[in-house]
């Protein structure tokens, strides 16, 4: 091997080893499972877009993971980028059903959420917390730093593909931004990427299942009182950035029925926020 064929190797770095698509479909696809397919890639532009464009072909609970993004992308078609194997790069395939009203999809990102910090506090000792809509949050020197971020899009008039990036090893000289983390900072007890995804995937499968059995119903299937005890926004003064270039500044108090974030602002009002980028002002009381 010469030492330019090393340094491509997917072995180059020890720390961040590849992963095993074969032990992982053993231990997560089975019959009755709701994982019916898992597929590792070397590197692709978008695991949500490449799952996306083959929704019609494939069934529900297909997975994607990339050792590699080069055009991943949060929120508002932000770059979400990180170098190979420093973390979980991967995208869910889910069909809700005809018992569940399209107009509680929107729960899936909140839902997902859920299922991320459930599944990090097992797996990896870590104390997630949840921005909404959609952030992943560590601490970091007693300091709050993002790690993941979760984005849901439609694929075709009966699914959704959820999509999931998450920091795991990145180093704090590899942090695309000041404010970022990764769970390796955060002192996880582990950042084995195998034993993470699978308990990442064990838990969506619960907490989305339970979802679904409930209709969607956020309070039935718990999601809505559990998402609350977790999201690190509620309690906090908040700025809203809306659509149409309009902010709005209150005190988070609520996570609706409908997954909106509702804003307590000056005079008395409450306002619901559907969709925006919230900025936290101040930490939470107490």
């Not at 494939?58 to 078609?77: F, I, K, N, S």
């Not at 000289?173 to 900072?185: I, N, R, W, Y």
Request: proline letters at 6%; aromatic letters at 4%; a negative charge.
């Amino acid at each position: 091997m010469t030492p330019q064929d090393a340094s491509e190797s997917r072995w180059s770095d020890l720390d961040r080893p590849p992963l095993n698509a074969s032990a992982l479909r053993h231990a997560l696809v089975r019959p009755g499972a709701l994982w019916t397919s898992l597929d590792v890639v070397q590197e692709t532009g978008s695991t949500n877009s490449d799952l996306t464009a083959r929704a019609k072909e494939l069934p529900e609970g297909a997975v994607l993971v990339a050792e590699e993004q080069t055009a991943g992308r949060g929120r508002l078609d932000r770059s979400w980028s990180a170098p190979a194997r420093s973390g979980l790069f991967f995208s869910v395939l889910l069909r809700p059903g005809a018992g569940v009203p399209v107009d509680r999809w929107g729960w899936l990102p909140l839902l997902t959420g859920v299922a991320v910090a459930t599944g990090l506090s097992r797996a990896a000792g870590v104390d997630t917390s949840l921005k909404w809509p959609n952030d992943l949050l560590v601490t970091v020197g007693g300091e709050e730093r993002k790690a993941g971020g979760i984005l849901a899009e439609r694929a075709g008039e009966d699914a959704v593909v959820v999509g999931i990036g998450l920091n795991v090893t990145l180093r704090a000289d590899e942090l695309p931004v000041p404010a970022a983390g990764s769970l390796a900072l955060a002192d996880a007890v582990s950042t084995d990427r195998e034993t993470l995804l699978r308990a990442v995937l064990r838990s969506l499968e619960q907490w989305y299942v339970d979802w679904r059995e409930a209709g969607g119903d956020p309070a039935a299937s718990r999601l809505q009182e559990t998402y609350a005890a977790g999201c690190a926004t509620l309690g906090r003064t908040v700025r809203a950035e809306l659509p149409g270039d309009r902010a709005v500044i209150g005190e988070a108090v609520a996570v609706d029925a409908d997954g909106r974030l509702v804003l307590a602002t000056e005079g008395g009002g409450r306002e619901p926020v559907a969709a925006g980028d919230i900025v936290h002002l101040r930490p939470a009381a107490g």
